[in-house]
C-alpha cells in the first residue's frame, strides 16, 4: 500500500525558512515524478514544484521559484521541499503527491501545514 | 503558463439529478486533463484521467469528455457521498495548473 506522509510545517515569521518532509512507503520514490502541491485556506489547489525520478530535472510554479527547492534522499524514500524567503501568502497545507499517466496525482500525503505570520 | 477555468464555481443538486461540470483550457490541452474530488480536510481524490479514463475504484456514474480546450465531468445521478469539491488540472505542460474548483452542495 502507497503511504506519503508529510512532516515539518509550522509556524514561521515572513522571510523565514522551514524544511517539509514526505516519508515514503510502498513505492520507491526514484521510480516516479513526485511533486508538491500546496492549498491556502479556503482557496484551490496550487501545484508547487516537481522532481522527475531520476532526480535530473526539477520544475517550479513562477510564485516560488527562487525561493523553494524540492529535492530528494534516495536512502530515506524521502521527498523534501525547503521553502526560504517565506511570504504570507505561502500559507497553505502542502501536500506531496505521486505522478501517474504523466503528470496528474494519484496519491496524496495527508498535507502539513504551514503558516506564515509575524 | 496554461489557465484552467471551471464553471461553475458552486452548484446546488439534489441526490439522483445529473450534474455536469465544465473545464475551460486557455489553450490546447489534448486530453491531458485530470479531474479530482476533495472533501473538506482531506486530499483530493483522483476521478479521472485523460480526460476520460476513470480512475480504478471510482463509481461508474462519474464520466469525463471532451478535448482540446473543452471538458466536462458529469455525474449520472448524484449520491450523497459526492457532495464535494471537484477540480480539473491540465498536464499537458508545466506549470502543472488547476481549476478554480466546483462545489457541490445539497441543494
Known amino acids: 500500500e502507497v503511504q506519503l506522509v508529510e512532516s515539518g510545517g509550522g509556524l514561521v515569521q515572513p522571510g523565514g525558512s522551514l524544511r517539509l518532509s514526505c516519508a515514503a512507503s510502498?513505492?520507491?520514490?526514484?521510480?516516479?515524478?513526485m511533486n508538491w502541491v500546496r492549498q491556502a485556506p479556503g482557496k484551490g489547489l496550487e501545484w508547487v514544484s516537481a522532481?522527475?525520478?531520476?532526480?535530473?530535472?526539477?520544475y517550479y510554479a513562477d510564485s516560488v521559484k527562487g525561493r523553494f527547492t524540492i529535492s530528494r534522499d534516495n536512502s530515506k524514500n524521502t521527498l523534501y521541499l525547503q521553502l526560504n524567503s517565506l511570504r504570507a501568502e505561502d500559507t497553505a497545507v502542502y501536500y506531496c503527491?505521486?505522478?501517474?499517466?504523466?503528470?496528474?496525482?494519484?496519491?496524496w500525503g495527508q498535507g502539513t501545514l504551514v503558516t506564515v505570520s509575524s | 503558463d496554461i489557465q484552467m477555468t471551471q464553471s461553475p464555481s458552486t452548484l446546488s443538486a439534489s441526490v439522483g439529478d445529473r450534474v455536469t461540470i465544465t473545464c475551460r483550457a486557455s489553450?490546447?490541452?489534448?486530453?491531458?486533463l485530470a479531474w479530482y474530488q476533495q472533501k473538506p480536510g482531506k486530499a483530493p481524490k483522483l476521478l479521472m484521467y485523460?480526460?476520460?479514463t476513470l480512475e480504478s475504484g471510482v463509481p461508474s456514474r462519474f464520466s469525463g469528455s471532451g478535448s482540446g480546450t473543452e471538458f466536462t465531468l458529469t455525474i449520472s445521478s448524484l449520491q450523497p457521498d459526492d457532495f464535494a469539491t471537484y477540480y480539473c488540472?491540465?498536464?499537458?505542460?508545466?506549470?502543472?495548473?488547476f481549476g478554480g474548483g466546483t462545489k457541490v452542495e445539497i441543494k
Open positions: 503527491a505521486k505522478d501517474y499517466s504523466n503528470a496528474c496525482f494519484d496519491y
Open positions: 510502498g513505492i520507491t520514490l526514484t521510480t516516479y515524478t
Open positions: 522532481i522527475s525520478g531520476g532526480g535530473g530535472n526539477t
Open positions: 489553450q490546447t490541452i489534448s486530453t491531458w
Open positions: 485523460k480526460a476520460s
Open positions: 488540472q491540465q498536464y499537458k505542460s508545466y506549470a502543472l495548473t
